[in-house]
């Protein structure tokens, strides 16, 4: 299974946090793209619960069984 990247992240940082990260990535022998993939990643897995991710994989279960909610709905008190 592979995993299409389609979506892009446009971020301005510092110059010298610019030069740190690049050295880093180069130390690791990394990408940029990849560092930032896997730092997010991690701030994510650490922020969220288990029980967060559970919610959201029935979420998306329902969403793409056109089980969901319009959000539209939702704000206009609708629901």
């Not at 922020?47 to 991710?53: A, G, Q």
């Given at each position: 299974?592979?995993?299409?990247m389609?979506?892009?992240?446009?971020?301005?940082?510092?110059?010298?946090?610019?030069?740190?990260v690049k050295?880093?990535?180069?130390d690791?022998?990394?990408?940029?793209?990849?560092?930032?993939?896997?730092?997010?990643?991690?701030?994510?897995?650490e922020?969220?619960?288990?029980?967060?991710?559970d919610?959201?994989?029935?979420?998306?279960?329902?969403?793409?069984?056109?089980?969901?909610?319009?959000?539209?709905?939702?704000?206009?008190?609708?629901?």
């Open positions: 299974m592979s995993i299409i389609s979506k892009e992240l446009l971020i301005r940082i510092p110059e010298p946090l610019y030069r740190r050295k880093v990535c180069a690791e022998y990394k990408s940029m793209s990849a560092f930032v993939r896997e730092l997010l990643k991690e701030r994510v897995d922020v969220l619960s288990s029980e967060d991710w919610d959201i994989n029935i979420a998306r279960k329902e969403f793409k069984t056109k089980k969901s909610v319009s959000w539209r709905s939702i704000k206009r008190g609708k629901v």
